[in-house]
Every structure is written in C-alpha cells, then in structure tokens.
C-alpha cells in the first residue's frame, strides 16, 4: 500500500513538476519570419520602367499570403513601410482618404492592422525614430509617423510629415 501511495505521490509531483516548466515558458509564436519582404521589383529599376504600367507594378508588388501569415509584426510593419505603394496616400484630397484606398490594395496593410500588438509595435518603431535627427530620418521613420497618426488621430512627433526637410 505504501508504494502505491508514493508512487502515486511521485507521479502527482512530476505531473505538478511538467507543469510548471509548461507554464513559466512563453507560447511560442506563430510566426516564423522575423525579415521585412523584400520585393522583386521596385522603383528606380530597369525591371520597375519595363513593366510599364501602374497596375503591373502594383500586382509585382503584392506580397504572397503564405509569407504575410508567417510574418512577426516588426517584420510585417517593415514590409509595409518599405512597399513601393504607400506614399499614394498623398495622392488623394486628404491623408486619410489616400490610406483608405492604399490600404483596400495591398493584404500586407490589411494583415498590420489584425495584429493585436500592431500599434504597440508602430509605437516602438516611432520612439525610436524620434531620436534621430532630421538628416538620419528616411522617408520610413516619416511614413510610420503618418501611420501613427492615422491610427491614433495624433502624431507621434511635433513636426508633421508635409512640412519641408
């Protein structure tokens, strides 16, 4: 009877013991790609000039689902700073109405915006442009700023996208 009761002990605590090392673990992440797409074509190439027309370089553009599905946040959220399409947003009468449009285009904007820590990430990536000064800033770190100002209704930074380097 005695072995019994401390082998029944013994399984309960390596059991209590399993779970534990479960439990102080952080769940893996779905994501498998931590590095921004890099897409194939992009402005300023001979291959971009030879496609000739807007909608061929945009459907060049568009990045494959299985890879947006696979990618962290951080990396999706350099993925879609770095889209030859983003700016269009200045295309339109307002900022806001140019995003809408650039975003029903490319599932990478679409995908961004699911993740539950997107905006905690656009922050992140934001912060860390405010540091910089004018001369380090890339048209990115101004695009995300934009982003950041379409989601929140505020800007990150003082000075706005538009005004002049």
């Known amino acids: 009877m005695r072995n019994k009761i401390s082998t029944v002990v013994f399984l309960a605590a390596s059991v209590l013991a ?3 090392v479960a439990a102080s673990k952080p769940p893996a992440s ?5 590095t921004p797409y890099e897409f194939p074509v992009v402005p300023g190439t001979q291959e971009w000039i030879d ?3 807007t909608i061929a370089r945009r459907k060049a553009c568009e990045v494959p689902d299985e890879i947006i599905q696979n990618m962290t946040t951080d990396a999706l959220l ?3 700073l770095n889209h030859p399409f983003l700016s269009d ?7 806001e109405q140019g995003y809408v449009v650039v975003r029903r285009r490319f599932s990478d904007l ?6 539950p820590d997107y905006l905690e990430v656009l922050s992140q990536y934001c912060e860390a442009s405010a540091s910089l000064s004018d001369d380090e800033k890339t048209l990115k770190d101004y695009m995300a700023d934009k982003l950041y100002y379409i989601y929140t209704g ?9 005004s002049p380097r």
């Open 78 to 80: 350099l993925t879609v």
């Open 18 to 20: 399993l779970w534990a």
């Open 154 to 162: 505020r800007f990150y930074h003082q000075r706005p996208l538009d």
């Open 51 to 53: 496609l000739g027309s």
């Open 89 to 95: 947003m200045y295309a339109f009468n307002s900022i």
């Open 30 to 34: 779905p994501y498998t790609i931590d």
């Open 110 to 115: 679409q995908e961004f915006e699911r993740r």
